[in-house]
């Protein structure tokens, strides 16, 4: 954590969650992170149960963001969410890049930069995924891949757009796994991150944008990781879908 970077905590719900379910989570949810006023609280549910979680969150310290979005407009593209859908939803924030999409539906650093570049246009704050996998990692290459997809991602993106930008952090080899980076390691990538985003910036602005780790993050570990200088915030899966135990993380000492 670093005294000027405002911490976020946020929780991917990936394919979990009926509206129903949603709205039992979030009830119980908003009491407890109440008096929460010095960190960002984000909840990603998928797309049908956001009006669900926009409803229930309406007026508290809770904010929204959606797991992916479309870089076009409008138009005939089956099956895909505009960013005028999301924001119209109660979206203010959109995960883009998720590691699942990239092993799963095809996308590539240039999909995510065309991803967002769209948010930002529209107005959608970018939590943009980035992390190697284990192969790549004992491979030697975590440089090269983050270097990558940090360079490919933010793609003719400005200066004053990059301020907004977050960016995850999340080892493939980390997700859904139980098997945490460690603070150092996790805290060394961020570092990196943060370089890369100086050479291709400033550092000033490097110095402001807040880097989310993600990838087992639980309430007894959170702590931990958030005590690191350049770790700024946590993306949450697992343990984001009970209430008790995403209050618990979002209320990390
Ligand atoms: P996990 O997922 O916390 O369940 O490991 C994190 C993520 O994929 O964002």
Sequence with gaps: MHPKRRPILAGNWKMNMTATQTRDLASKLVPLVANVKDRDIVLGPPFTSIAAAADVIRGTNIGLAAQNLHWEDKGAFTGEISADMLLD??????IIGHSERRQYFGETDETVNKKVKQALKKGLLPIMCVGET??????GKLNEVIGRQVTGGLKDVS???????VIAYEPVWAIGTGKTATPEQANEVHALIRGKVRSLYTADIAEGIRIQYGGSVTPENVSQLMAKPDIDGALVGGASLKPDSFAALVNFK
């Design 159 to 165: 200066a004053d757009d990059m301020k907004k930008v």
């Design 89 to 94: 939803s109660g979206c203010k924030y959109v």
């Design 134 to 139: 284990l192969a790549e990692r004992e491979a």
